[in-house]
């Protein structure tokens, strides 16, 4: 049984469970499905001094924390039991064009170690990637009104036209990121 729940899950099976997350949170418990609303919780929670922002009753919202625990509980739980370890990360041979042309060549992980590891944190590589980027997103999901999942699955869900803009930006932004500036930053920083 644990070989079949090892090997590669068409998308579809995760898109489908999501799909029907998204209703179940709204009819169960007049809930919504999002990540970064999560990560305010937790700074309500911990910083609600004198920030207007995040002056409420985040406690009404503690369910918010079990599903961020779930999510870092069921990566653990993938990674560690679920995958095997010493066999490359299938990545379509393109794919692997274009990393080895950007200088990773480690594919033996989930993250390339040539990008992900401790040493480029205090990298200029690491500072643009791990720092800029965050605040980047950070900002963008905050301007935004919400994360990916927020609205790309839950706002369109709600056929909210808000929605639909942030996930036609998202999709834009990410095309642009990955086409333009990901091969220009590496060209830069090599």
């Known amino acids: 049984m644990l070989e079949i729940i090892k090997q590669p899950w068409h998308w579809a099976v995760s898109g ?3 799909g029907l997350i998204v209703p179940l949170l709204l009819i169960l418990g007049n809930k919504k499905f999002g990540i970064s609303s999560s990560f305010r919780h937790i700074c309500a929670a911990c910083f609600s001094g004198n920030i207007k922002f995040f ?4 406690k009404k ?3 918010n924390w079990f599903f961020v625990a779930g999510i870092v509980i069921g990566a653990f739980i993938a990674s560690t039991f679920l995958s095997n370890p010493g066999e490359a990360i299938q990545i379509a041979p393109k794919t692997i064009e ?3 042309s950007y200088g990773i060549k480690d594919f033996n992980s989930l993250l390339p170690a040539d990008l992900f590891n401790w040493g480029n944190l205090i ?11 965050g605040l980047m997103i950070g900002f963008g999901t905050r301007y ?3 994360c990916t999942s927020g609205h790309s699955i839950m706002g369109l869900a ?8 942030a996930t036609i930006f998202f999709m834009a ?12 930053i590496f060209k830069l920083i090599q």
């Open 16 to 18: 489908t469970i999501i």
């Open 55 to 58: 002056k409420y009753d985040w």
């Open 61 to 63: 919202e503690i369910w």
């Open 98 to 100: 274009t990393l080895k």
């Open 123 to 133: 990298s200029f590589k690491g500072l643009i990637f791990f720092v800029l980027g």
């Open 144 to 146: 935004a009104g919400g």
């Open 158 to 165: 709600n056929l909210q036209k808000a929605s639909l803009v």
């Open 173 to 184: 932004g990410g095309f642009i990121s990955a086409n333009i500036f990901i091969p220009l």
